[in-house]
């Protein structure tokens, strides 16, 4: 057996939970356990507490994380972020994806099995009371098959009660990172008729997640999750992620009563299957990659413990690319893997870099449309702005504006009072800027006005400044 092309692909036909008539085929998966899933279990643990308490954090009484498309106002690991940083946002952006494309293309699906909010959720959480209450797979299979009697009523009605439960505490959560924990507080403690519209989107949002977590499930990430159906696209034969080593395990058969090794003309798979009873998505890794495969390793924990039964090296399904499976070749971090690694740390590095060297004030000039330059006394001449600062820190600041190169102008602000910005907010102005007439030498002259916080220049604005038209007498 040298290509695991050689089997039979007739699998790729079809998803694996779709019968030939279309119907869902529902898939109930052994309990998984093992070293892989342990490890999964605190990855989940320590995830799921962080996203609980990603709204509560509170910097100065200001929230760790805001999301809030609908008032535009987003807080980012503490950062406030304006409108005006959209380049940031794009900029970020075309990183996301670039990161996402590579890591994957190196890495393959581990985000799905082990990060993903969705497998989190319906691994770790759901399946776990499902377990709990229905048991493992074959009792579950059992009870579905039951007819309608008191046990199937209270233990599915216990299921579906807690199921939904949990949902409407997802849904709070959501909520709380996009208007903040505080106004959530506001609409759970008083009449839905004060907050209808956030009451509409947490009853809807609940019902979403009641039914991805208790109908959907993995169909979100085989047909639904856009990144899933992408993965056809990014994976090749050298990215790393769960594999069958086909030259080791083939050909597959069963162990001949009272014989515990392997017949020596065989592989080590023993067919058993138990990679696919665990498989949350149906499928039967052995037959190669697939769009379905979450990268999970619950089949690389199942697989082991059978090996370990019956005394072969663990590994039969491991990490591992094609390429280094086909090739025999056990280190992964090849200098390809590592070289796209270190393109991933420079990225994450430039955002960080970015995101912390932001500007603290936003300030736009613009002249007054429609307005022409004026004569003052003095032989001086002036023009008339409209100018915006943005403060985009939690302090309040205290701004002065000055002409940089024309020692001789003067910036002359229409009110005259400090120009106090109070924190995470906006405010407007309008100023003339006078010049002598003896500096002005064309019709356009190019200025520049530094922004101050005491002694100290935040920012640099340019704008222009009209003036009378110069003719050349000869
Ligand atoms: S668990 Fe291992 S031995 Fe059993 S069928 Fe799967 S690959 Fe073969
Ligand atoms: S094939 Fe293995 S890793 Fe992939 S989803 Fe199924 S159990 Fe998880």
């Known amino acids: 057996m040298e290509d695991l092309y050689q089997f039979d692909q007739e699998y790729r036909d079809h998803i ?33 507490f962080l996203l609980f308490i990603g709204p509560f954090i509170k910097i100065d009484g200001h929230p760790f994380f805001l999301l809030n498309i609908i008032d535009r106002r987003f807080i980012i690991f503490g950062i406030p972020f304006w409108p005006q940083d959209f380049h940031l946002f794009v900029l970020a952006l075309i990183s996301l994806v670039l990161f996402i494309v590579l890591f994957t293309v190196i890495y393959g699906r581990v985000w799905c099995g082990w990060a993903c909010p969705q497998t989190i959720f319906m691994e770790m959480v759901f399946r776990k009371i499902e377990y709990w209450i229905e048991g493992d797979a074959n009792r579950q299979r059992k009870l579905d098959k039951m007819p309608l009697n008191g046990e199937k009523i209270f233990k599915r009605g216990l299921k579906q009660l807690i199921f939904f439960i949990i949902a409407l505490i997802i849904s709070h959560l959501v909520m709380a990172y996009i208007i903040g924990v505080d106004q959530v507080k506001e609409i759970v403690t008083q009449s839905p008729m004060n907050h209808l519209a956030g009451f509409a989107g947490l009853m809807f949002n609940t019902i979403i997640f009641y039914f991805v977590f208790a109908n959907l499930r993995e169909q979100v990430c085989i047909a639904l ?23 080791r395990g083939e050909p597959r058969g069963r162990i001949r009563k009272n014989k515990k090794e392997q017949d020596t003309e065989k592989g080590d798979c023993i067919d058993c299957k138990m990679c696919v009873h665990v498989c949350p998505t149906g499928i039967d890794i052995r037959n190669g990659t697939q769009l379905e495969c979450i ?16 005394k072969r090296p663990k590994g039969l399904i ?5 390429e280094s499976i086909k090739e025999g070749v056990k280190n992964l971090f090849t200098t390809r893997v590592i070289g796209y690694s270190a393109i991933l740390i420079f990225l994450v590095a430039l955002q960080v870099y970015l995101l912390t060297t932001r500007e ?5 000039v613009v002249r007054v449309p429609g307005m022409l330059y004026q004569e003052q006394e003095n032989n001086r001449i002036s023009n008339l702005y409209n100018i915006q600062f943005v403060n985009k820190t939690f302090e309040e600041i205290t701004l002065d504006v000055r002409l940089k190169d024309y020692t001789n102008g003067e910036i002359k602000r229409v009110g005259g009072e400090p120009l106090v910005v109070p924190s995470n907010e906006f405010v407007e102005g309008v100023f003339f800027i006078e010049l002598p007439k003896e500096v002005i030498n064309k019709t356009k002259t190019n200025l520049v006005i530094e922004v101050l916080v005491g002694n100290e220049t935040i920012d640099e604005v340019k704008t222009n400044f009209l003036g009378p038209v110069v003719r050349n007498i000869e």
């Open 16 to 48: 694996s939970t779709v019968d030939a008539r279309g119907k869902r085929i529902w898939v109930f998966p052994k309990k998984p356990k093992g070293k892989f899933h342990t490890l999964r279990i605190i990855v989940a643990i320590i995830l799921l």
């Open 225 to 247: 999750c856009p990144y899933g159906r992408l993965q056809g696209v990014f994976v090749g034969q050298n990215t790393i992620a769960v594999m069958y080593d086909w030259l």
């Open 295 to 310: 990268n999970c390793t619950a089949c690389m924990d199942a697989c082991d413990e059978v090996m370990t039964k019956i």
């Open 318 to 322: 491991r990490l591992a690319s094609y």
């Open 360 to 364: 603290p004030v936003e300030t736009t």
